[in-house]
C-alpha cells in the first residue's frame, strides 16, 4: 500500500493562521480539535513547574549564523512496508528532481497523508531509526558534547513562540540524557491527516521527483546533520524532498501512471517489530538537497514563498517553486532558486529570536538538569495561541533512547580528539565541510573517532537501565565501507533484535 506525505508540514508557516485576526467563538471542528488537544495535554502531564512568557526569555549574547557547513551523522528511509515489519534502508537515497513538461497538471492530494514517518512507525520512539542509521553510518559518534537533539519543525515551533507570534496549540515532551536535551513532538490527533483535495504539495513531490533505482519502495529520506547555534551544539533530524544534480529527464509514462494519492485507511503497522537495518542507496551530497515548494500564481505578481526558517535550520540551499493556477492545479512555471543570499538576510533579520531560541533552550535543559534521579523529563505546552509556554511535570517517565544506544553514544571514558565541524561555506576542506560529500556516488569516508572529551563524570543510578542484556541489533564486527559497498544489494547490516520489549532509555 502506498503511504503518502503531507507536503512536509514543515512547508506550512506555522504562525499564518494565527497572525490575523479571528472571530470570538470555535466551530465544532475547531471544539472538537481543542478537546483533543486538552486531552493531549492531560496525559501523563502534571503540576506547572515553570510558566515562560515569550517577553522573558533572554537572548544568548552571541551571534548565531550559517557560517560553517553541517555534519552529515547519518541519513535513511523507511521502507515502505505493511507486512508486520520495520525496515530502514541505509545510507538510504532522497528522490531525484525531474519536472515533466509544462504546463503540467496536478490532482489535489486525496486520501490519508502522514506528518512524520518517524512517528508513525515509532510514536512511542521516535528517535530510534536515527539510532539505528547512526549505528552502521556512524558507529563512533559520540553526543556527550550535544547540548540539543531535535526535530526541524519543533525548532521551528519554538522559534515562533520566543518572536511573539501567535501559534500553537502545541506540546513537546523534553527528556535530558546526560547533557542531551532531547525534543519529542506530541500530536493530539495523531500523525496522520485526511487530505481535503485542496493542497497540491505531495502530488507535486511525486509528479515532480523519480525514486533512484532500487528505492521504488522508500519513503521519506531523513536526514541528521550537526552544526553550532551559537554557543549550543545541536542534532536537527529533518525530511530531504529531493536532490538536484542538474540533470532534466522526463519521466517514464509507467512511472507517471503509478503516481496516486494516499491510503483511504490507515495501514496497520507493528509498532513494536524490531527495526532491521539493509543497506541500500547511496550517499548524495548535502549542497545537492533541495526543499520543494507550490504557490498559487497571481498574474499582478507576487513574493517567494516563505519557508527561509525552514532552509535554515535543514542547512538547505535549493528550493523549487512550483507555481499553479488556482483551482486547476494546472503547474504553469518552476522557478528554481539558490536561497543563499535570502537565507542569509533572513538571518541578519531574525537574530534577536535566533538568539532568544538558543537563551530558550539553554534554559529548558539548565532546568531538566535540576531534577533528581535517572529519568529526567517534563512535559512542554502552549495551550492557548498568543500565550506563555508551561512547563509541566510528566507522571509517568520513560526513556527517550534505547539502552544499547545510551551505551554506544554517550561514553564517558575520554575520546580521541577530533574536529566537530567543517571549515567556512563552500571550503569544504576539513572534516565535515561539504567537500566530503562530492566523492563519486557510493563513496564515504570512514568512520569518525570521538568529539572531544566529556564534560565530566556522570554516574547512572543503579536501576536506570535495568533492561536485560542482549545483542544489539546493530550490525557488529567488520563492515565494509560504503565505498566498497557502492549502491548496495539490500543485504541485512544488522540482525533484528527479537528482546524489543526491553525498557527504553
Known sequence: MEVAAIEDEDDVDLGAEGDAEKPKGLSVKQKKKRLRFDRAIARDAGAVLYTIEADTVVPVPWPIT??????????????ASTDGTNTIFVPGEPAKWQAPTLPHKLDGDSGLQYADYNYVRQPNNPYSPMFHALGAM????????????????NLRVLLEFVQGKVNGPFRLDLFLVYNTLIIVRKEAGGYWKLSDGKSYGSNFERFFTRPAEGMEDATSHYRAIRYKMGPLNVVVRFEADAYDDGASDELTPSEAVAVSGGPAEKPHLMYRAPIRVLQKGHIVPTAQMAELKTQVRKPEGQPHVACMDQLWFGRTSILFTGRYEAGTGKVLRIIREDAQERIKKWEDNQQEGLRKLAGLLSRLRGLLKQQQGPLRSAVLVREDKGGPVVLRSMDMKKHAVDREFFQKHWRREPQPYAPQFGGPRGHGQQRGGRGMFNAPRGAQNAPRGGYGNPRGAHNVPRGAHNAPRGASNTSRGTHQSYSARGRGTGMPMSQPNTAHDRPQA
Open 66 to 79: 550559517w557560517n560553517e557547513d553541517p555534519e552529515l551523522l547519518c541519513c535513511y528511509n523507511w521502507q
Open 138 to 153: 556512524n558507529p563512533d559518534c559520540q553526543f556527550m558534547d550535544v547540548d540539543v537533539l531535535a526535530d526541524r519543525n
